[in-house]
């Protein structure tokens, strides 16, 4: 009869089995195969079915009825494992939903706080703008005061110098158009225009003696006269008007020269601040073509030829070489402003 089992169970197909089935069929042996499925296998799983009484049972047919068995037990099996499977992959997507609401949530939250975010920035760049009008305009009115303060300054100084009006006029052109042509913006340029008729302000703290003297002064006298340049810088020190600080930088550095041999610390090359390296050019250049007590006044084509070759006196390696290069190619401006700003200083 275990013969009989294990070639039904070869004829059936089956491969895998359970441990139960297996221990089940080795029992059917010694009982036959038909008892033993009425009285070991569950309900639902018959081989086949009682026959009714009076009526004579049917000879069973074990290879079939062990295939069919075999069968039924390999689908309750597959069942079972379907169903685990998908219990866990309910469960499993009830675990990703759950984190995508928080995800979502999670999500609104910050989209929220972004909003707030956002709207706290409008607020502050508004903000923001109002200060920024408000201290423009200040800044507007501080630059009116300190341009009023240096024309009253200019002003005074020519009460005490014989400096025209003429000569700070032209000296604020001059040294505008030199600054541009050297590449200086339009804000920079005006700036100079507006701080370079502060260079001789420290002549108001000079003697008359000294200052109004017709001939050459002595040495004594020329220590004296070197003292504006720095009387100049103490009266525009300390402020924190950057127009201020540029007239201070020019009042003390534009009688310093390039090459070192200026006054009043010896200063040479950029150690000299450019403004003042600037007014210096346009100064000597206003001074040249000048008339003065001691000295005639100077064309414009002998002036520029001073200038850049020098006459004894006066030496190119004085100036800024890159400046004084700009100057040459711009000479005709100098000219054209000396020619517009006229006075008896200027006169033949």
Same mark, same amino acid.
């Given at each position: ?150 024309? +009253? !300054?200019?002003?005074? $100084? #020519?009460?005490?110098?014989? =400096?025209? %009006?003429?000569? /700070?006029?032209?000296?604020? &052109? ?59 810088? +103490? !009266?525009?020190?300390? $402020? #924190?008007?950057?127009?201020? =600080?540029? %007239?201070?930088? /020019?009042?003390?550095?534009? &009688? ?93």
């Amino acid at each position: 009869m275990d013969a009989e089992i294990r070639a039904g169970v070869a004829a059936s197909g089956l491969v895998c089995i359970s441990s139960y089935t297996f221990f089940a069929l080795a029992d059917l042996g010694s009982r036959g195969i038909s008892q033993h499925v009425q009285e070991r296998e569950p309900a639902g799983l018959l081989l086949a079915a009682k026959p009714k009484l009076g009526e004579a049972a049917e000879p069973a047919e074990p290879a079939t009825d062990l295939a069919q068995l075999g069968t039924r037990l390999q689908e309750a099996e597959l069942n079972a494992e379907l169903r685990r499977q998908v219990e866990d992959a309910n469960r499993q997507l009830a675990r990703y939903a759950r984190e995508l609401k928080d995800l979502a949530d999670l999500e609104r939250h910050k989209a929220q706080q972004i909003q707030i975010a956002n709207q706290q920035l409008r607020n502050y760049g508004r903000d923001l703008k109002v200060a920024v009008e408000r201290e423009r305009a200040r800044s507007r009115e501080l630059e009116s005061a300190y341009l009023e303060t240096v024309r +009253r !300054l200019t002003d005074a $100084s #020519t009460f005490k110098d014989r =400096e025209t %009006g003429a000569h /700070i006029q032209r000296l604020s &052109h001059y040294s505008r158009e030199l600054a541009l042509a050297a590449g200086s913006d339009a804000l920079e340029a005006e700036r100079l225009f507006a701080a370079a008729p502060m260079h001789d302000l420290g002549k108001i703290g000079i003697p008359d003696r000294v200052l109004h003297k017709e001939g050459p002064l002595d040495v004594d006298e020329w220590k004296i006269m070197k003292q504006h340049t720095i009387i100049g810088a +103490r !009266l525009l020190e300390g $402020s #924190t008007s950057g127009l201020l =600080e540029l %007239g201070r930088q /020019i009042a003390i550095g534009h &009688h310093e020269r390039w090459d070192g041999t200026g006054y009043p610390f010896g200063l040479r090359g950029e150690e000299i601040a450019y403004a003042a390296r600037i007014i210096s050019i346009c100064d000597s250049y206003d001074a040249i073509r000048s008339k003065r007590p001691y000295k005639l006044p100077i064309p414009h084509e002998a002036t520029v030829s001073i200038l850049l070759n020098g006459d004894g006196r006066s030496k190119p390696e004085h100036f800024d070489p890159v400046l004084l290069h700009i100057f040459s190619q711009i000479h005709e401006r100098f000219s054209e402003i000396f020619a517009l700003f006229q006075d008896e200083s200027t006169a033949a």
